[in-house]
């Protein structure tokens, strides 16, 4: 393949074309949420770019969150979005809020997005054909936040060797029937581990793990299991950080063979991250 410039950032070249080739057949998740999703122009340059990677032969699954919406339709209703270790408290008020924002609002803005692409998608939740069956967070009765206690692959395996593009929302019901809020790179940890996924890429509101978060000069393109153990135990890794970085490691510890973060508002960063040696974000191995 000739050198051919989409941008002035983003080349197709002969290390572009070798990495494509590499990765024909693979199978990706990615996680979208954070600022990506909230600006329209960023929303339509994401999809895009996830258009083109499933054009080249790349088998992808999309796992989104919805936070801000979420939290702009609490306030509406009078509900205080809560939060713990990055977590989303979820009460039973705040869980009908998160279906709906997320199962409704969301997950079909972006299924009609991929659509007008020609990009076939369909939008499913965890309650479809028990996607992902959640478990409770923690002993409370009353806080329906979860994690994801069983996935079943066959249904993502029909639809992307077929040619569709999975969308999906980390709303799941428990095996008693309740409704939960999962963590949404929660979500997409566990389908990426479930089918042994190539790559797991979460699309973020930063460059990725940076040594100084005030700086993005300090990001940390390369890292292991062990530098992310000694960051956290510095307390460079936290907060929000702390949720996505656990995803992260539970990949890489179930079979899944790389994690990047990168920022997903950035133009052409998912292109860059992945059809080019010079990368963007942060990419975890074990």
Excluded at 152 to 167: A, Q
Excluded at 254 to 276: C, M, P, Q
């Amino acid at each position: 393949m000739s050198n051919f410039m989409i941008s002035d950032r983003f080349y197709f070249s002969s290390e572009t074309s070798f990495l494509i080739k590499k990765y024909i057949g693979s199978t990706f998740v990615i996680k979208y949420g954070g600022s990506a999703m909230k600006d329209e122009v960023i929303q339509s340059n994401v999809i895009e770019d996830i258009s083109l990677i499933c054009s080249l032969g790349i088998k992808v699954i999309v796992v989104h969150g919805g936070g801000y919406l979420i939290d702009t339709w609490l306030k509406k209703l009078n509900l205080n979005p809560q939060f713990q270790n990055g977590v989303r408290v979820t009460d039973a008020s705040t869980v009908e809020v998160v279906e709906m924002v997320l199962s409704g609002q969301v997950n079909k803005k972006i299924v009609s997005l991929f659509n007008n692409v020609n990009i076939p998608a369909v939008g499913l939740s965890g309650k479809d054909t028990n996607l992902f069956i959640a478990s409770p967070i923690s002993k409370d009765s009353k806080n329906f936040t979860g994690i994801v206690s069983k996935v079943s692959t066959n249904l993502l395996y029909t639809l992307t060797s077929n040619g569709f593009l999975p969308v999906i929302s980390s709303v799941a019901s428990s095996a008693a029937g309740y409704t939960y809020n999962i963590n949404a790179d929660t979500v997409a940890s566990a389908i990426a581990s479930s089918i042994k996924a190539d790559k797991l890429i979460l699309l973020t509101d930063t460059p990725g793990i940076l040594e100084d978060r005030s700086n993005s000069d300090t990001l940390i393109k390369d890292l292991n299991v062990e530098k992310i153990k000694k960051l956290k135990v510095n307390g460079i890794i936290k907060d929000g950080m702390i949720p996505k970085v656990n995803s992260c490691v539970s990949a890489l510890n179930n079979n899944v063979k790389a994690v990047h973060i990168i920022d997903g508002r950035l133009r052409y960063s998912l292109l860059n991250e992945l059809f080019t040696y010079r990368r963007i974000g942060s990419m975890i191995v074990l």
